[in-house]
């Protein structure tokens, strides 16, 4: 028996299921555009084989192991490596059996579909994972990850990528997106620019990162005149390696405006490592307009990903460090926050700034009334914690009546599992099916038209929107 | 092909579809009353043929050029006026087609329905707006009115209004209202009493306002009881012209009871123009308050229209001034806002203050548990970026089963738009039709009650709330 | 006619119905588990009839008087005690025909089904109240409350309830408790640690509550460290009447984890009363942290239901008293109010934290996140003001894809109202049958973990959880 039912997130009425499925008929082999997200670029330059199934679905994953921690599971057991060095699982087949014997864990939950989407349509897998089918799952993973076809190139080609965005720091040599450009390989894999590192002064090694983007670039960065021909030095060496876009990721959607003088004297501030909490806010929030205004000069198009607050428990991070499941949202405003932005370059249309956000009320309070009239503002697609069925819905039901859906840009990803990426466009093209037909069912939109917004929804607008 | 769905919004499932249809079909010809809106008295007084299809369709409706703003059509080539009375596209037939070769942008927004609903059945049209059709429609439009039964007195009744409320400044003359009254024409059109301009001291012209007012009563508005009893003339004013509600449209919901004497000191500050932005705030919020110990004298019902952030982009304001699409909604408080002026007159029955919301997390959370319980209170309908199917569907799914049916007012439109009127009751009939079939078809509701109550959500509690 | 449509809060569609039913067949006879609640021990201990049906219905559930105080009816006229001691209506039957003639404003309300089940299920009921069938159903309902199956101990047997628990003070003497136990009754009726009258220095009469903590365990709770151990007395003595839980009703879910010896010195100005309300809020704050603590020392269960903005209105309170409707939610944040407390202890899987909310745009933004990474955290249901179909379809819709229905304890009716109890379990057991099927009939969820999940959600989790 198959893990996926072949109508999954179809409306469950008759004739809307329909309309739904022949819409995603439609669209359903369409290339995948991923035009943000967090795979490593290291793995289509070397296209090594992945090493054991946990490496691949467990220990990477902050979806499935932060589950996992809130049952209890210790992330040591789980191979998560820790700070200091110290011992943690490294059996995969352990770390595995874990997994499989809390797998109910899952239900109703997206990674779960995603877990059975690859179970079902990477590794032609049948059977549902429990405690007792574990070893056999293991084995069966095993034996066709050392197989030439589940390598990272060969899987690219078998989930119809177009065209992959990775996101890389400002001072990253990019030395991966150079082997693969220089290789016999014919994948679209392009990176993003990501200069967090060298704009956010609470960062560790803030000051190092702005010296070293200096040495790269040859600009004096200890001046802000040089600090800014840097970037653009950088943003211009991304461009070499096909970035369309850079990537912000801050803690609250703030921007600024400030006089040239006011940034030089909080840069030089920062870098000296003596900026308060709002002086490196205010930094922060200057810096997004500063690259609004690269924007258009050199096309970039920009993303705004705020609202997380990282690394909520210490002792996890002091244990395991960044990135483990700990990012919680909290509430962002964008109204006030992004206000110094646009109305420094709002107006223009020859500029694209993608908002995300991990706050849902903000989509049809503030995000899609700004997109719904500012010419450079589109809404990215559900984000995090809501790039689910429900999650996506909700997306849709509370923006397209205010922006249309002509101010949002496709789908993202914006996984770091490789093996997710068909499964999660699936998803998202299933629900957006679902949404169209649901439309057309109730009078709202015609039929031809929900054809042509499918197609729009799945590929164009991402490629639009991206400049892909 | 009709434009229109004849079941259009209602469930997807039969049997909710047919006790939709059933509940709709005792409703659908009900006369329209439309409590709060902003059409123009001058209209209903002089009679006089609407100037061309993108002066009736394009140049006047926000929710219309805001879209097309937003995919970076210029406001300029839509004929919206500039401030400095510089050029602006004149050709009603241009703009048209500027109009239509973008309709697209509005697939899946109310903005759609309503347009496609004024074209079917205000002009008969049945064929889609397309760049190859935008001439036909124009041409057929234009024809249209200059035919007398396309006047606004005809299309009134048409329309099936029984009753509709304009909304005035203070200090307006309301020639057109007295125009209206002296006419011979017996469609009913009243004001309401909108005294922003002379309640809130950072509005432009503020102390002159005030001035205005005293010339108009004879009351020494330079004193806070001459002030006070202005505004209680000119409320007396109002009501000969019909009025019964008052229309309060603040940034914020805050509401203040102050000591006389401290408000008497803030009013003389306030003509004086040296409120703080927080003495501003106060002055506004205590006026709340005098407001509605007014209503109690003089029986006028209270709008409270707060939470919208104006004018958002200084660049839009200084070339195309206000109303431009650029106010943008932000969150709302309502709960230690309304309190002052809760604890001061909020348990009198005899009191009717309806509350309406720009932030949707407040209906479940704050509103619907306010008007759950205080006497004086009402829910608005959903409102500016709600007043669409999934708004209004959200709207009462987020209120019903806190605050029931009977603490909400029925629909207002609240429109600029004439042609849009009855779009948008008929809108709000389905939806609410919708609804009570869902809670029907899921039994929690009787068929009987659903039926009475269809008629009281079209009818009835609009009459009886607003006391028409 | 029956009042209850038997398949009532299914899917209308005719296959999700059909799984709905199925799933709910399988736990509609479950026992109830009452984990969280406010009925009074007395009535068990003393099992005395009860005296009307206003009095059991109308004049103690704020549920019901605070919409008929909605729309103008005098709380006085419903038998609402005076604090003053002043004269209120009196007599049952003008009570109950008040009621009844405002019978309709509860349509669509989850109140309206709780009363139409309790008059069908308990009382055997088949026609509707209006004002007309209002003596009758006052007859009908008296007879009854006669008869001894009308009891408590009878309608707690006949209700099906395994264990319920009650709320009581820190102080509370437990002597209703204590007659149970020494009764030869059966039932299963457990206390709950409530110390919000020992923690809060806002609250009326904090010093000399502790004080008689101080006297009740002979510690000297004069002192930091004697008041620290009076609480681990009082923990005591409550589980000794059966408790697994301590419940705190906060403002804010604030949580502070000061320095011993800054708690020591708030907690001496809390006694003298000269704490500002900053401080009080970080003692409250403190004191959830050391509660924490204790929990993982004996095991308690610890609740937090935080974010009511009591006594809204001044008058009310004046007249009559703390608990009469007008306590309404506000805008509640957990991401950094939880953090302290978190980082104290959170990653502890021996503790369980249960969160509750009266703002529902945590569940997705926050909650979830939160008990979907940390061991000790669990959601609690859907609370006061989303008790209700819709709310609790939100809590899973909003909460599920993140958290996983594993990190839910089941359902809490919350109740004061005795004969609501097997209506509320009802309600909730078809919404997640209802939601569950869903998921089964768009391909999210397999059918055979369906009918566990809906035993877990209906029994298990609530037992497990609470330690029941």
Request: proline share 5%; charged share 25%; hydrophobic share 40%.
């Amino acid at each position: 028996m198959p893990l996926l039912d072949e109508d999954r997130l179809f409306p469950v009425e008759g004739r809307a299921r329909d309309l739904a499925r022949a819409l995603y008929d439609n669209v359903r082999d369409l290339p995948i555009i991923s035009p943000h997200g967090h795979t490593d670029p290291r793995w289509y330059a070397e296209d090594e084989a992945f090493p054991d199934p946990a490496q691949l679905f467990v220990t990477p994953d902050h979806y499935v192991f932060r589950m996992l921690c809130s049952q209890g599971v210790e992330l040591t057991d789980l191979g998560v490596p820790r700070v200091d060095g110290g011992p943690v699982e490294t059996d995969g087949r352990r770390i595995w059996r874990l997994f499989a014997s809390h797998y109910h864990l899952f239900r109703g939950t997206p990674s779960r579909m995603w877990l059975d989407h690859s179970f079902q349509h990477v590794f032609g897998i049948d059977r549902r994972l429990t405690a007792e089918t574990a070893d056999w799952y293991y084995d069966h993973i095993a034996d066709c990850l050392a197989r030439p076809e589940f390598r990272p190139r060969a899987l690219f080609k078998r989930f119809g990528i177009e065209a992959i965005v990775t996101t890389e720091a400002a001072t990253d040599d990019l030395r991966w997106h150079r082997m693969i450009r220089e290789s016999d390989w014919d994948g679209r894999v392009i990176t993003a620019y990501r200069p967090d590192g060298v704009i956010d002064p609470e960062m560790d090694g803030f000051a190092a990162n702005v010296a070293l983007m200096g040495q790269q670039t040859g600009f004096d960065t200890a001046t802000w005149q040089g600090y800014l021909d840097a970037h653009r030095a950088r943003r211009a060496y991304f461009k070499e390696f096909g970035a369309t876009s850079s990537d912000h990721g801050h803690p609250s959607a703030r921007t600024e405006d400030l006089p040239q003088a006011e940034a030089a004297a909080l840069f030089q501030k920062a870098l000296r490592g003596e900026c308060s909490a709002e002086e490196a806010d205010a930094f922060r929030g200057h810096m997004l307009t500063e690259m609004a205004r690269m924007s258009l000069e050199d096309g970039l198009v920009m993303q705004i990903h705020p609202g997380s607050r990282r690394n909520h428990s210490g002792q996890v991070m002091a244990m395991f460090g960044r990135d483990k499941g700990f990012d919680i949202p909290g509430r962002t405003d964008y109204v006030t926050a992004l206000r110094p932005l646009l109305n420094a370059v709002g107006m223009r249309s020859d500029l694209t700034v993608i908002l995300f956000t991990l706050d849902e009320t903000s989509y049809s309070r503030e995000l899609a009334p700004l997109a719904g009239v500012y010419p450079c503002l589109r809404l990215g697609p559900a984000w995090w914690f809501y790039d689910s069925a429900e999650g996506m819905r909700r997306f849709r039901e509370m923006t397209t009546e205010t922006a249309g859906f002509y101010n949002t840009v496709g789908f993202n990803d914006d996984t770091r599992a490789f093996c997710s990426i068909p499964a999660r466009h699936d998803v998202a093209r299933r629900v957006d099916c679902a949404y169209l037909a649901t439309l057309v069912a109730t009078g709202r939109l015609a039929e031809d038209e929900a054809h042509e917004l499918a197609r729009d929804l799945t590929y164009e607008l991402a490629k639009r929107a991206y400049r892909l």
